[in-house]
């Protein structure tokens, strides 16, 4: 298992490299830069990015000679080019693509991930700032959607074809057609002010006053505020892993050494979790990775926003659209390298829970 391990590790290093290298190419491709950005607001579309990059505004705009940028970033006709210029130093456009990428995969090995173009704040401290909400969300749909799934799972799977069989299906169906942000509007109109009734709040994690809260007034007010919020990202969650789970004992169920078990006079309950559990839960392991970076990080982008949640999805969405590519690349590398972790870890699970797999004996 040691040497499987330390393969897998290596391996993260071209993985990493390979995930970076793609982004960083697509994103010299694309349009409206941190450069462009700068020009925009120049133009008349807001001055508040421009005096953080520019210092103030102690750079004039002027037309002028020189280089002729106009050709190289829209709306840059009638700007001083030396002013052009130093845009290009201070976001590091200066140099060639090729520096630039391995300059900052050097950088991003020392987790040194940089400040922000346009907030003045590190990589890091953005981050950390947003994790409360992500940690939060994450956590607790992970927990719902299994302990509560997984058991479901089961006893679909013993009464397949049963009345309770039936309508669990059918509930389960409408939950993952409906869309998670839809779902959260309905929530909000009836439950948080809109038409009906005003029980849950809005905003944040917790209240204004949560300080002067006592510990478990604290607990109370923390969960009053997260009630929406979770319901309405579990629910695709909480499908996805029922059905799976029911479908993964169906087939456990109908195998030989099941029959074989059974026959030996061993309970139920032994059956279906001192042999079946085992080998069905496999098919649920090889799907934690997956489930831990998007309840996590990309699937609350839209719940956030509903119920203004300041977490990772927001700060992701909203770099992207204002070209802040240290905030962009900082966060794609550090989740792509947790994913990668995560998945790693989820081999060993493997392990843990079958001792017949044997990882050392496969070729990676």
């Known amino acids: 298992m040691g040497a499987y391990i330390l393969r897998r590790l290596l391996l993260m290093i071209p993985t990493i490299v390979g995930i970076m290298g793609i982004s960083f190419l697509v994103i010299q491709f694309a349009p409206g830069g941190p450069v462009e950005q700068v020009i925009a607001e120049l133009t008349g579309q807001g001055n508040s990015t421009t005096e953080r990059i520019s210092g103030g505004g102690d750079q004039q705009v002027q037309p002028g000679g020189g280089a002729d940028f106009s050709s190289k970033y829209r709306g840059a006709q009638g700007l001083d080019p030396a002013f052009i ?17 391995l300059r900052m995969m050097w950088n991003y090995i020392r987790f040194d991930f940089g ?97 002067e809260l006592s510990w478990w007034e604290k607990i109370v007010d923390y969960f009053w505020h997260l009630t929406l919020p979770l319901i309405s ?62 309840a996590f990080f990309s699937g609350s982008l839209l719940i956030e926003t509903i119920f203004s949640l300041d977490g990772l ?16 690349f900082g966060t794609l590398f550090i989740f792509s390298l947790m994913g990668l972790v995560v998945g790693l870890l989820s081999d060993l699970v493997y392990t843990w829970v079958d001792p017949r797999i044997d990882f050392e004996r496969r070729d990676v």
């Open 115 to 211: 400040e922000s173009y346009f907030r003045d704040v590190t990589v890091i401290d953005l981050i950390i700032e947003k994790m409360p909400v992500s940690i939060s969300l994450g956590i607790w749909i992970l927990l719902i959607s299994y302990i509560i799934s997984i058991p479901l799972g089961i006893k679909k799977a013993v009464s397949d074809g049963s009345r309770f069989d039936i309508w669990t299906s059918g509930v389960i169906i409408i939950a993952y057609a409906v869309p998670g942000f839809l779902f959260g509007i309905m929530l909000i109109v009836v439950f948080a002010g809109g038409s009906f009734f005003d029980w849950f709040p809005l905003r944040g994690l917790t209240s204004d006053n949560f300080s």
């Open 85 to 101: 210029a130093k845009l290009e130093q201070q976001f590091g456009f200066d140099k060639p693509p090729v520096e630039r990428f």
């Open 233 to 294: 990202l579990s629910l695709a969650a909480f499908a996805t892993t029922t059905l799976l789970t029911k479908n993964s004992f169906i087939d456990e169920i109908r195998k030989q050494y099941v029959t074989t078990a059974r026959a030996k006079g061993l309970t139920e309950n032994q059956v279906l979790y001192g042999h079946v559990f085992r080998n069905a839960m496999l098919i649920i392991i090889a799907g934690f990775p997956a489930a831990f970076i998007t």
């Open 313 to 328: 999805g927001r700060l992701g969405f909203e770099s992207v659209v204002k070209r802040d590519y240290p905030v962009v």
